[in-house]
């Protein structure tokens, strides 16, 4: 497997990537660790950024954070022995129009009506539970829209609901052993988030689920019902995309559809995260998940590679976590309670002043097949990626830091979607959406980033961190 040959189309196509897909993985887990804090052997380095592109826009690569992907930083004799280097390749999803040659014909005709189901963090309706069923027995299209509670944007438990219940109907349909056609609907909003993540798990489960995804403006999912019969057409006339972004909310104009983009390699300017923040003071990062093995790896980088001294780096963590050591014994470290809850972190984090970048790398993993999966395991991982982030950006409102980035660490996982994973790749889609959807001006204020927002879709390290 070369990284030529890899699939253009991120979005999870049912299991039948799976042999493939091992490859893959093969591939991306050696020298994982090389390729941000050495540089070495650029073959295998490929990973994916997302929101380096504006929607049918070029690739932008000049960003500054792009030092933390390109790898080309460090001092002049380390950046010259970079030159030596082959470029690394850097994969960015984008976002293309699709054209009029990609449509199918609608061969809608003799479809049979389609089952429209409502995911609010309400529980799921026994009737529309078996309505849904129902039509998946008869063959018809079954729709389930992600309703967010309106003015609740990105509230934890609100999306890990949402999430539960897409994950309840998935189990249903496989206890019942019906394959099934669903259009999962989602708004083009870091919320809902949690079910288009999880929509892509369960498709690589159980190659029976044909699963695509309409995203679309917020204010469509209030007409739901009336615009059903849209999105089905659309849905049949691309039946070969997994994921459409309807951004006209008059459905004017061709969807927009992702690809993976190779990215032009980096350019120096962007070799290096910016040392100073807009006021000319020092710069000051803040870290979560520090700790982990990716964590350490990072510290160490920004230290040794990037000329950032450790008392501007700012360590978040739960309050009585593991021993600090090393290079993170000597950063500034602050403990909270509670991390997801945006008043304990405002608190914890009063004193703390002029942090212009945030790297979230909080995480933890509960793997488990869907027909296993619970409430529960779904909130266990997305306290730390989604709570603890969204509490984090709400309380660096609050606190008026001059933010001008913040890059958080996903997965490929989310980016493909893969088996036994429903829960991770759910609370890694929030962060990808926020990336994808945070330039978008039609969204409500709650639901964006203070700041630009990079989402990194790794692929698993070999040698560090929770992959091992
Ligand atoms: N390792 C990989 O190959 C890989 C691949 C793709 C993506 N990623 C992502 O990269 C990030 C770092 O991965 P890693 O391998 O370094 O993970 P890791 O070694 O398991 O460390 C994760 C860190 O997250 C923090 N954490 C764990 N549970 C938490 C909770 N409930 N609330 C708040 N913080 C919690 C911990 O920090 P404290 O104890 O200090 O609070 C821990 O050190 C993760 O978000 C992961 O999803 C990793």
Redesign the pocket.
């Known amino acids: 497997m070369t990284v030529a040959e890899l699939p253009r189309k991120p979005g999870g196509n049912s299991a039948k990537g799976k042999e493939q897909r091992a490859n893959i993985f093969a591939t991306w887990r050696r020298d994982?660790l090389g390729r941000l804090v050495q540089r070495r052997s650029a073959e295998a380095a490929l990973l994916a950024a997302q929101s380096f592109a504006a929607p049918g826009k070029s690739l932008h690569p000049g960003f500054s954070p792009a030092a933390l992907l390109t790898g080309t930083g460090g001092s002049s004799s380390s950046r010259s022995k970079a030159k030596e280097d082959a470029p690394l390749p850097l994969y960015a999803v984008r976002w293309h129009q699709s054209s009029p040659a990609d449509r199918k014909p609608e061969d809608g005709a003799g479809e049979k009506p389609p089952a429209v189901l409502k995911l609010t963090s309400a529980p799921l309706a026994e009737g529309d539970l078996q309505r849904a069923l129902e039509a998946a027995r008869a063959g018809a299209q079954i729709v389930a829209a992600a309703l967010p509670t309106p003015g609740a944007f990105c509230s934890q438990e609100d999306e890990v609901s949402l999430g539960w219940r897409f994950v309840q109907l998935i189990q249903r349909l496989l206890e019942d052993g019906v394959g099934a056609r669903l259009l999962v609907v989602c708004p083009a909003a870091a919320t809902g988030a949690l079910v288009a993540g999880a929509s892509k798990a369960v498709a690589m489960e159980d190659s029976s689920l044909k699963i695509q995804r309409a995203f679309v403006p917020l204010q469509c999912l209030q007409r739901l019902d009336e615009l059903v019969p849209r999105l089905c057409a659309l849905s049949s006339a691309h039946k070969d995309e997994t994921d459409l972004w309807i951004r006209d909310a008059g459905f004017r104009g061709l969807p927009f559809v992702p690809r993976l983009e190779r990215m032009p390699a980096g350019s120096a300017k962007a070799s290096r995260l910016p040392a100073h923040g807009l006021d000319g003071e020092p710069a000051k990062l803040l870290l979560?998940?520090?700790?982990?093995?990716?964590?350490k790896a990072v510290v160490s980088w920004l230290i040794k590679e990037q000329g950032f001294q450790p008392e501007q780096l700012l360590l978040l963590?739960?309050m009585g976590?593991?021993k600090l050591e090393g290079d993170l014994a000597r950063c500034t470290v602050v403990e909270a309670a509670k991390?997801d809850s945006t008043s304990v972190l405002q608190e914890s984090l009063l004193q703390v002043r002029g942090v212009t970048g945030i790297l979230h790398?909080?995480?933890?993993l509960d793997d488990g097949i869907v027909g296993g999966m619970t409430e529960d395991r779904m909130r266990k991982v997305a306290?730390?990626?989604c709570g603890?982030l969204v509490a984090l950006l709400n309380a660096a409102k609050e606190l008026q830091w001059p933010l001008q980035w913040t890059v958080g660490?996903?997965?490929?996982s989310s980016l493909f979607g893969y088996a036994g994973q429903v829960n991770y790749c759910a609370a890694?889609a929030l962060l990808d959406q926020l990336a994808v959807f945070s330039s978008e001006g039609a969204r409500p204020e709650g639901d964006r980033a203070p700041c630009r927002f990079i989402t990194v879709n790794?692929?698993?390290?070999g040698e560090?961190?929770?992959?091992q």
Do not use: E, I, Y
């Open positions: 994982a979560t998940g520090a700790t982990g093995g990716l964590g963590r739960r976590s593991s991390v790398l909080a995480g933890v306290q730390p990626k603890m660490f996903s997965s490929t890694n790794w692929g698993p390290w560090a961190g929770m992959a």
